[in-house]
């Protein structure tokens, strides 16, 4: 593909134009889950080159210029946009203040879009009608049956693309950090401090890979939860991508965190050094990326009413 390299303002003129150009390799990496259908071109690391979604957004690289002082030109209002988020603007103003990642239990109602096909029930989670309620783990139900390696869901203990709990430096660090311990609460407690202390807290617009996410030490929650998930099966716990909501400072932002089998399934979260996560955490998928596709069906449209907190 060929992009935008630099930008110049001719003499005179108002307009920022493309100066320089550059040939990019990409790979088209296209998602359909229930009908939606998400494509990417992404380049040799990772980083989007040109995307579309289905709720209507294009992002093409190309030279900063172009893409935002031509925008402020033609829309000055545009200003605010060097010191927006747009994480910010999708997130749902809570009508109740919670205690942030202190949350013991948590009902919601829950409108505006249709709630079949996400995985609300199960777990730490009841639905309802409308109407989730999430409980946090008591301590009694994070002590397993098992001892490491667990014997069972093999298939969530295995390696798969972006979670490659089977590479040596995978491997290597998952041992680092568990040693000896073979009680797997104990096990999940250590990989959830490490993570959480290991990679510093940044925005990411890549496809994260476990690998990557080990050698850079950066990310969002999605870079926190691929490299928690494969961590811990190279540990031989079984653990598995949530995605959903998530509260923070008077809002409900989009978030992912792991689960771990422990006798039952128990939400972590490395992004937030939770161990198990708070009831604020509102699960609406479990899986990988294409799962969390889903979720854009609830951007702009999800209706969400704290009914009580505790």
């Given at each position: 593909m060929v992009v935008p390299d630099s930008a110049a303002l001719p003499a005179g003129g108002a307009v920022w134009v493309a100066a320089r150009w550059d040939t990019v390799h990409a790979w088209r990496v296209s998602q359909r889950v229930s009908g939606i259908e998400v494509q990417a071109w992404i380049d040799e690391s990772g980083q989007v080159v040109h995307a579309t979604s289905p709720v209507g957004f294009t992002m093409e690289r190309t030279a900063f210029e172009i893409a935002f002082e031509n925008f402020r030109r033609r829309d000055p209002s545009a200003a605010s946009l060097a010191s927006s988020d747009i994480i910010r603007q999708t997130a749902i103003a809570s009508n109740a203040t919670l205690p942030d990642r202190a949350a013991q239990s948590l009902r919601v109602r829950l409108g505006g879009v249709e709630l079949e096909g996400f995985d609300l029930s199960g777990g730490r989670q009841t639905l309802?009608?409308?109407?989730?309620?999430?409980t946090r783990e008591p301590s009694a139900r994070l002590?397993?049956?098992?001892?490491?390696?667990a014997d069972t869901l093999a298939e969530l203990r295995a390696p798969e693309p972006l979670i490659q709990s089977d590479d040596p430096r995978i491997v290597a660090q998952a041992r680092q950090i568990v040693g000896r311990e073979r009680n797997p609460r104990r096990a999940a407690r250590l990989l959830t401090t490490w993570v959480y202390d290991a990679l510093s807290k940044q925005i990411t617009l890549s496809v994260p890979s476990?690998?990557?996410v080990l050698e850079a030490r950066?990310?969002?929650c999605n870079e926190h939860t691929v490299l928690y998930v494969a961590l811990a099966r190279a540990a031989g716990i079984p653990a598995r991508t949530a995605a959903g909501?998530?509260?923070v400072d008077g809002s409900f932002y989009y978030h992912a965190w792991p689960e771990v089998f422990l006798g039952d399934w128990v939400a972590v979260d490395p992004t937030f050094d939770q161990f198990p996560a708070d009831a604020a955490h509102l699960r609406f998928t479990i899986g990988g990326l294409a799962r969390q596709v889903e979720l854009i069906r609830l951007i702009g449209r999800l209706e969400l009413e704290v009914v009580e907190a505790g």
């Amino acid at each position: 593909m060929v992009v935008p390299d630099s930008a110049a303002l001719p003499a005179g003129g108002a307009v920022w134009v493309a100066a320089r150009w550059d040939t990019v390799h990409a790979w088209r990496v296209s998602q359909r889950v229930s009908g939606i259908e998400v494509q990417a071109w992404i380049d040799e690391s990772g980083q989007v080159v040109h995307a579309t979604s289905p709720v209507g957004f294009t992002m093409e690289r190309t030279a900063f210029e172009i893409a935002f002082e031509n925008f402020r030109r033609r829309d000055p209002s545009a200003a605010s946009l060097a010191s927006s988020d747009i994480i910010r603007q999708t997130a749902i103003a809570s009508n109740a203040t919670l205690p942030d990642r202190a949350a013991q239990s948590l009902r919601v109602r829950l409108g505006g879009v249709e709630l079949e096909g996400f995985d609300l029930s199960g777990g730490r989670q009841t639905l309802e009608g409308n109407v989730l309620t999430i409980t946090r783990e008591p301590s009694a139900r994070l002590d397993a049956a098992y001892r490491l390696p667990a014997d069972t869901l093999a298939e969530l203990r295995a390696p798969e693309p972006l979670i490659q709990s089977d590479d040596p430096r995978i491997v290597a660090q998952a041992r680092q950090i568990v040693g000896r311990e073979r009680n797997p609460r104990r096990a999940a407690r250590l990989l959830t401090t490490w993570v959480y202390d290991a990679l510093s807290k940044q925005i990411t617009l890549s496809v994260p890979s476990a690998v990557d996410v080990l050698e850079a030490r950066r990310g969002d929650c999605n870079e926190h939860t691929v490299l928690y998930v494969a961590l811990a099966r190279a540990a031989g716990i079984p653990a598995r991508t949530a995605a959903g909501l998530v509260y923070v400072d008077g809002s409900f932002y989009y978030h992912a965190w792991p689960e771990v089998f422990l006798g039952d399934w128990v939400a972590v979260d490395p992004t937030f050094d939770q161990f198990p996560a708070d009831a604020a955490h509102l699960r609406f998928t479990i899986g990988g990326l294409a799962r969390q596709v889903e979720l854009i069906r609830l951007i702009g449209r999800l209706e969400l009413e704290v009914v009580e907190a505790g």
